[in-house]
């Protein structure tokens, strides 16, 4: 079975930083796009930025300047460095991407992956 696992979430004061991690458990022949959403308490889950296998990014305005995506495709992993983070940055953050497995080469079929979260707590 295929899983995305995080970690590197925690409480951080207003202002510091963190870096989330996230890798591929199982088998996988490759992943596409990889990205973090985040679901503050009472809210939907949101995009925060998204990345390519070929490293294009998006980010959602909130973030923009203050949080970088970055992968490592050799180890099917992605990161996230926050920075300068806000009462608002809490939440719970989601790794997510879309991967292929080595038996679906043939087919084509993608698998659409999540992880379980990581919480990531800034106090006012």
């Known amino acids: 079975q295929v899983q995305l696992v995080e970690s590197g979430g925690g409480l951080v004061q207003p202002g510091g930083s963190l870096r989330l991690s996230c890798a591929v458990s199982?088998?996988?022949?490759?992943?596409?796009?990889m990205g973090w959403y985040r679901q503050a308490p009472g809210k939907q889950r949101d995009l925060v930025a998204t990345i390519t296998h070929s490293d294009n990014t998006n980010y959602a305005d909130s973030v923009k300047g203050r949080f970088t995506i970055s992968r490592n495709n050799t180890k099917n992993s992605v990161y996230l460095q926050m920075n300068t983070l806000k009462t608002e940055d809490t939440g719970v953050y989601f790794c997510?991407?879309?991967?292929?497995?080595?038996?679906?080469?043939?087919?084509?079929?993608?698998?659409?992956?999540w992880g379980p979260g990581t919480l990531v707590t800034v106090p006012t």
């Open positions: 997510w991407g879309e991967g292929l497995r080595a038996v679906e080469v043939c087919t084509g079929r993608i698998l659409e992956l």
């Open positions: 199982g088998s996988i022949f490759s992943m596409y796009a």
